[in-house]
Structures are given as C-alpha cells and as structure tokens.
C-alpha cells in the first residue's frame, strides 16, 4: 500500500520560514519523481516544485528563489524549505510521486502566513 504522508505545515508571519517533510512508503522511491504542489480555496491545485529520480529540480516562477526542493533517498523522505514566505503562499501543500502510469497523493498539510 502507498503512502505519502506530509508534516511540518503551520501558521507563520509573512516573512517567516517553514520546513514541509514528506515520507513515503509503499514504493520504490529513488525511480520516482516527487513534487510539491498546493491548492488555496478556490483556486486549482498548481505545481510548486519537483525534483526527479535524477535529482533535476524545477520551480515555479512565483516560488523561485524562495523555495527549495531536496530529497533524501536513503529516508525514502522529500522536503521543502520555504523561505520569505507571504500571504499569498498560504495553500494546502501536497506531497506527490510520480512516474510512468503511477501517481500518489498525500492528504496535505495547510500553511497558513498570516500576521
């Protein structure tokens, strides 16, 4: 059975960092690409950043140079470190795997930047 489970979600003040932590089982990790993505109310759920089996990474415009993606193959464990984090950052974040005719979700965990 896969699972994705995300921690590390919060309430935090524009400005202010958070740490996202995503650990997986159920699967072969180091052949997935894995993602973060986030979903605020009302909006559709877009793309924050992935890293892939080859450790490429990629970013969203609204996200570059604020957010960094890494993961740690040996914990089967993917990570987002987000920095001078704003109100507009505030979203459900979702953990996903990626690969060839196989996609996992996690439940998500809510950041909340707000003052």
């Known amino acids: 059975q896969v699972q994705l489970v995300e921690s590390g979600g919060g309430l935090v003040q524009p400005g202010g960092s958070l740490r996202l932590s995503c650990a997986a089982s159920?699967?072969?990790?180091?052949?997935?690409?894995m993602g973060w993505y986030r979903q605020a109310p009302g909006e559709q759920r877009e793309l924050v950043a992935v890293?892939?089996?080859?450790?490429?990474?990629n970013y969203a415009d609204s996200v570059k140079g604020r957010f960094t993606i890494s993961r740690d193959n040996a914990k089967n464990t993917v990570s987002l470190q987000l920095n001078s984090l704003k109100p507009e950052d505030t979203a459900v974040y979702y953990c996903?795997?990626?690969?060839?005719?196989?996609?996992?979700w996690g439940p998500g965990t809510q950041v909340t930047v707000s003052s």
């Open positions: 890293i892939t089996s080859g450790l490429t990474t």
């Open positions: 159920g699967i072969i990790f180091e052949i997935y690409d």
């Open positions: 996903n795997a990626n690969r060839v005719r196989r996609n996992y």
